[in-house]
């Protein structure tokens, strides 16, 4: 018997835009279909661009960074791991560079992971993974912090939202200490106008005043001076950026207990040679959430994971 087309009874549904991802000469450039973008340099797993739906960029990257792997990249998001700002000289850290060696190793892209395919309504997040391992690094890096390790790095971008998370493994027969932070550079209009809030009542440690002790006592911390400040927060409050008394940026936390706040100022950005252009450090601020004020550790074939969301709000 001869049989018929017939409609199909089944409706298709029609497609929807899909985020695009693409890897080229080692960049990671993600877009979803709102106009949101991210990107991602495989050196150090650095992000060096995120822009809103407005195509404003969020975050600061130097004119003068050095995109070729020569050394860290200033600006974005470098990922500092196993340790924060110089290493202790009596610690297993000891003999690696200053905020160690994630931010100048070359990662591997592991792949996109969108929301699309979990779920046909949503097409507005995308997930890029990318990972280090210690058998990536050098043969010099692994003599000075010889453990077995893996790290994976998610960077997931949303409308107006960007979170990165960092799972650790320990895959060795030994435990391990470690420190690690979201270095992240934020763009700020005008840093005179710009404060920040949530870090009330929390502890810090102020490497300007020579590395003491205070207790925040301002609910809007305004920034005038050098600031480089390491705020330990155990409770992990929202940290608002306001600029003209305006919420700009939130951040919220998950298992990293500690947050930088830092911004050079016009004599120490003066001598850093790969900072451009000069007066950039009027429009830029670190709001670097991590686990640096005591060490992690991680036994034997644990894990560990934290994670931090920046959501614009200008
Ligand atoms: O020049 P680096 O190694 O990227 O560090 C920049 C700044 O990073 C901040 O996190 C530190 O608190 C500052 O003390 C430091 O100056």
Same mark, same amino acid.
């Not at 699309?116 to 280090?132: H, I, P, Q, R, Y």
């Not at 992690?296 to 074939?301: I, S």
């Given at each position: 018997?001869?049989?018929?087309?017939?409609?199909?009874?089944?409706?298709?549904?029609?497609?929807?835009?899909?985020?695009?991802?693409?890897?080229?000469?080692?960049?990671?450039?993600?877009?979803?279909?709102?106009?949101?973008?991210?990107?991602?340099?495989?050196?150090?797993?650095?992000?060096?661009?995120?822009?809103?739906?407005?195509?404003?960029?969020? $975050? /600061?990257? @130097?004119?003068?960074?050095?995109? %070729?792997? &020569? #050394?860290?990249?200033?600006? +974005?998001?470098?990922?500092?791991?196993?340790?924060?700002?110089?290493?202790?000289?009596?610690?297993?850290?000891?003999?690696?560079?200053?905020?160690?060696?994630?931010?100048?190793?070359?990662?591997?892209?592991?792949?996109?992971?969108?929301?699309?395919?979990?779920?046909?309504?949503?097409?507005?997040?995308?997930?890029?993974?990318?990972?280090?391992?210690?058998?990536?690094?050098?043969?010099?890096?692994?003599?000075?912090?010889?453990?077995?390790?893996?790290?994976?790095?998610?960077?997931?971008?949303?409308?107006?939202?960007?979170?990165?998370?960092?799972?650790?493994?320990?895959?060795?027969?030994?435990?391990?200490?470690?420190?690690? $932070? /979201?270095? @992240?550079?934020?763009?700020?209009? %005008?840093? &005179? #106008?710009?404060?920040?809030? +949530?870090?009330?009542?929390?502890?810090?440690?102020?490497?300007?005043?020579?590395?003491?002790?205070?207790?925040?006592?301002?609910?809007?911390?305004?920034?005038?001076?050098?600031?480089?400040?390491?705020?330990?927060?155990?409770?992990?409050?929202?940290?608002?950026?306001?600029?003209?008394?305006?919420?700009?940026?939130?951040?919220?936390?998950?298992?990293?207990?500690?947050?930088?706040?830092?911004?050079?100022?016009?004599?120490?950005?003066?001598?850093?040679?790969?900072?451009?252009?000069?007066?950039?450090?009027?429009?830029?601020?670190?709001?670097?959430?991590?686990?640096?004020?005591?060490?992690?550790?991680?036994?034997?074939?644990?894990?560990?994971?934290?994670?931090?969301?920046?959501?614009?709000?200008?």
């Amino acid at each position: 018997m001869e049989r018929k087309n017939r409609p199909s009874s089944i409706a298709m549904s029609p497609s929807l835009p899909q985020p695009t991802v693409s890897l080229e000469d080692n960049i990671v450039t993600a877009r979803l279909p709102s106009g949101d973008s991210c990107q991602v340099y495989l050196y150090g797993a650095t992000v060096t661009s995120w822009k809103t739906s407005d195509n404003t960029e969020r $975050l /600061f990257l @130097s004119s003068a960074a050095a995109l %070729d792997g &020569s #050394k860290p990249i200033r600006g +974005g998001i470098p990922l500092v791991f196993p340790v924060f700002g110089p290493p202790p000289k009596d610690h297993a850290t000891g003999q690696l560079p200053q905020h160690g060696f994630a931010r100048n190793s070359v990662w591997e892209f592991l792949g996109k992971n969108s929301s699309e395919s979990m779920n046909a309504k949503a097409d507005d997040t995308v997930k890029l993974d990318f990972g280090l391992s210690s058998a990536m690094l050098s043969e010099d890096m692994r003599k000075k912090w010889p453990y077995e390790f893996g790290l994976v790095y998610s960077v997931t971008l949303g409308k107006g939202k960007l979170e990165v998370q960092l799972h650790v493994q320990n895959k060795g027969d030994k435990a391990f200490d470690f420190q690690c $932070l /979201f270095h @992240s550079y934020f763009t700020v209009k %005008d840093i &005179s #106008k710009t404060t920040v809030s +949530g870090l009330e009542g929390a502890s810090y440690v102020d490497k300007v005043r020579k590395v003491q002790t205070f207790t925040e006592e301002s609910s809007d911390i305004p920034i005038t001076s050098e600031t480089d400040r390491v705020y330990s927060t155990p409770s992990i409050p929202p940290i608002t950026v306001k600029e003209g008394g305006k919420d700009s940026l939130t951040c919220t936390r998950d298992a990293l207990p500690d947050c930088t706040v830092w911004n050079g100022w016009e004599d120490k950005i003066a001598s850093m040679g790969d900072f451009e252009p000069k007066d950039a450090w009027k429009r830029y601020l670190c709001i670097e959430p991590g686990a640096v004020s005591s060490w992690t550790k991680l036994e034997a074939g644990d894990a560990w994971e934290g994670s931090a969301a920046f959501e614009a709000k200008l």
